[in-house]
């Protein structure tokens, strides 16, 4: 029999034989990483590859191949030191169980309903699989007998059983396991009068609960409801129960906001009463449509519960189409998707798009004080820490810089405000060529979430702005400058890219650093004899990518949804163009979801400028958003002077790559034969064309290839689609009229600018 030393030699010898490198099974992959808060795209940013492949890495699918494999394999055993995996014999979250489909299950439907005992608020969380139901619309209220294909009564006495009350339509969703059993049951949940919970993937809980205190004290302590945060330095998202308009009767609550000004139940609302006398509180907003209801914080226990409450229209059409009107199950599905992609949904949009920026780059993180060994609040690098106030130019007519500086009717000119806008601009009819007038067709293409492209790498301020005079412009230093750019002269057939209404500038005026960098390509590139000489600049010596994470989140939640609605990135140009003309219709849940994504992005940016609210606001005092790190009305003016620019960008380039003659030198003046521009308005742009189809005017050569730094068809970001279609003489006749026929080629009566990306 070996020794003790042979037998060591040999576990050596079977050591040395495992690669150092090694790496835990595919599904352990992605419980370490989903338990640390990471997005395969964050992982993918570090290691330096593809999204898609940390996922196929996940999925089992691939395994990762130097160097990418060492690195991975030190990221797992870090965060497996962290996050070890839960004991065996741990107690798991009940799995739902999809419902007899069979002979059975038609026995079953004949179960007496009646026999149910009352509810009790203190049962637990029963979990029951019911499908999916057809996608349509319909009432969330009271009498759902066509939206309760599938769905499942059950008893609620001690003894908890399930019976169906109607065979299922379709099978339920299978549900994925959750990385964390805090939130077993995903991140929301859709309430109807019956008492029943719709959640993700098809599942559904029995809600005893009868009043608003009862549901919130329901929620934290049986639903496992939530989601694990973004950063490991951010929060965990609150669960949200949505209330259809029967479970808000059921509540107690009315069927509408009698207070239409402050959109808000009145404090002796007897169920604002019941929320204190339970000792919970709501925040300074009140009960509304979004309401939190919360106790303090003890300690890292956050106890709060989001209210959304679909008859007071928490679910704004403008974002979310008819997705209000889905029944519990779909828009379940509906509102999982997009917490699941983008956020948990806490308010509108909007509010989404700001409260994402901080959730992928919270201000502060626990950091260990060497001098005395504790832990403490520190800033995360690259992140907004703390609320500045803005430099004069850059602050709205309503705050107190500008209030100090100027009367009250006092308006400014363009040396005294920075207006950094999307475009709204129009050609002259007269400069319309013989060449172009007979095209018989306006085309429109509309650039994919300019406003998330514009996010894309893009510099700026992370500290407040230093004050300085005739400084030298750089590039690469976020900032406001004041410089005089009416001696570039363009095509008079092109918009001036310096400002939002397209005229040549007529002096000096603020500018974004985006705006003066083009400004300055343009003097290289056509050697223009110009110089640029800024008079004054306020600029921010910090600086980084703070919108980075936020883009490849938003950008990686967009391009996600379009696939589901069978747009993807390896579509040619024209099945591209054949998917989205009829992607909305492939999937109406989904739709809503890709809606309400791209307004996350324009009001997101619109939030970094938030102007005073309500009835109580005075000119010149402060407002609460002041008050916000994310408050940030120069990282607003960067990123649509980003899209402007870059829009204005691939006008020229597409004009050099359609006329017959060389660059022109010395000036911006192309050929009669260049495809110039008839109408912008934010990101849609409007060409005379010979056919109906983008294809028959953008540059694309025979292999189908667009000429570099054009427009190019297809899904990503920064991507054009189809927008419309009319005839030419419709367009001219509204120019003639001093109307933009961009806001109108789409012709389904939509205004383009309130759907702008």
């Known amino acids: 029999m070996p020794g003790e030393n042979e037998l060591f030699s040999a576990v050596d010898a079977l050591l040395e034989q495992v690669p150092s490198d090694a790496l835990p099974p595919p599904v352990e992959r992605r419980r370490l990483r989903e338990a640390a808060g990471l997005s395969q795209a964050q992982v993918a940013s570090a290691l330096g590859t593809r999204r898609e492949a940390v996922g196929s890495w996940e999925a089992g699918q691939r395994e990762p191949r130097p160097p990418q494999r060492a690195a991975y394999a030190r990221l797992l055993e870090g965060l497996a030191q962290r996050f070890p995996a839960p004991p065996t014999d741990a107690p798991q979250p009940p799995e739902a169980r999809p419902l007899p489909t069979g002979p059975a299950s038609d026995a079953s439907a004949m179960t007496n309903h009646e026999n149910t005992q009352p509810a009790t608020a203190s049962a637990p969380a029963v979990p029951v699989a019911a499908p999916r139901p057809a996608t349509g619309t319909g009432s969330t209220g009271g009498s759902r007998a066509g939206s309760r294909a599938g769905s499942v009564s059950v008893s609620r006495g001690p003894a908890v059983k399930k019976t169906a009350v109607r065979k299922a339509a379709v099978a339920p969703e ?9 939130f077993a049951h995903g991140p929301l949940g859709v309430l109807d009068g019956d008492g029943f919970l719709y959640c993700a993937g098809g599942l559904v809980l029995e809600c005893p609960a009868g009043t608003v205190p009862e549901l919130v004290e329901w929620t934290l302590t049986e639903a496992k409801l939530g989601a694990s945060r973004l950063h490991r330095s951010g929060k965990d998202s609150d669960p949200l129960i949505v209330l259809t308009a029967a479970a808000t009767a059921r509540l107690g609550l009315p069927e509408r906001l009698e207070d239409r000004r402050s959109m808000r139940l009145p404090e002796d609302h007897k169920v604002v009463r019941q929320i204190t006398k339970a000792t919970w509180q709501l925040t300074k907003r009140g009960f509304g449509p979004w309401a939190r209801i ?54 509108s949009t909007a509010v989404a798009g700001l409260e994402l920026m901080t959730a992928l780059r919270p201000p502060t993180r626990a950091m260990r004080d060497e001098a005395t060994g504790t832990w403490v609040s520190g800033p995360v690098p690259g992140s907004l820490t703390a609320a500045v106030d803005p430099a004069p130019p850059e602050a709205p007519d309503e705050h107190p810089v500008v209030a100090a500086l100027f009367p009250r009717t006092h308006e400014r000119t363009p040396a005294e405000v920075l207006d950094e806008e999307a475009f709204d601009w129009i050609r002259e009819p007269e400069l319309l060529t013989d060449g ?163 307004s996350t992005v324009k009001g997101g940016i619109g939030k970094l400028r938030e102007r005073p609210q309500g009835t109580r606001y005075r000119p010149g005092e402060r407002w609460p958003a002041l008050e916000r790190p994310t ?119 939509h205004d383009a600018a309130d759907e702008g990306e």
């Open 174 to 182: 299978p549900t994925t396991a959750a990385a964390d059993p805090r």
């Open 294 to 347: 919360y106790r303090p914080a003890q300690g890292q226990q956050r106890s709060c519960v989001q209210l959304a409450v679909l008859p007071w229209d928490a679910l704004d059409t403008r974002s979310w189409g008819d997705a209000g009107q889905l029944p519990p199950a779909e828009l379940a599905r509906v509102l999982a998707a997009y917490a699941a992609r983008v956020l948990t949904p806490r308010g």
């Open 436 to 598: 172009e007038c007979a095209r018989p067709f306006a085309v429109g293409v509309d650039v994919n979430t300019a406003f998330l492209a514009a996010a894309n790498r893009l510099m700026v301020g992370l500290s407040g702005p230093e004050y300085v005079e005739a400084p030298r412009f750089d590039k690469t230093v976020p900032g406001s400058w004041l410089v005089d750019l009416s001696g570039i002269e363009l095509d008079p057939r092109l918009p001036s890219p310096f400002t939002p209404h397209g005229g040549r500038p007529e002096g000096p005026a603020w500018y974004a650093t985006p705006t003066v960098a083009y400004a300055a390509e343009l003097i290289d590139t056509y050697r223009l004899p110009v110089q640029l000489r800024p008079l004054e600049a306020y600029v921010r010596r910090e600086s980084g990518p703070y919108l980075d994470p936020w883009y490849k989140h938003l950008a990686e939640a967009y391009k996600a949804t379009m696939a589901d609605l069978g747009v993807t990135a390896d579509l040619s140009p024209a099945e591209f163009l054949e998917a989205m003309a009829g992607h909305k219709s492939v999937d109406p849940g989904m739709a809503a979801v890709l809606s309400a994504i791209k």
């Open 631 to 749: 408050w940030r009305p120069d990282i607003r003016a960067a990123v649509i002077s980003a899209a402007r620019v870059n829009l204005h960008r691939k006008m020229l380039k597409t004009a050099l790559a359609t006329q017959a003659g060389p660059a022109p030198t010395g000036s911006v003046v192309f050929g009669e034969d260049a495809l110039l521009p008839i109408a912008l308005l934010s990101d849609c742009v409007v060409y005379p064309s010979p056919g109906p189809s983008p294809l028959d005017v953008l540059p694309y050569d025979a292999a189908g290839k667009p000429a570099p730094g054009t427009f190019r068809l297809g899904v990503s970001p920064g991507m054009v689609k189809h927008e419309g279609t009319r005839e030419l003489f419709w367009a001219v006749e509204l120019l003639e009229q001093r109307h933009n026929p961009a806001r109108h080629i789409k012709g389904d009566g």
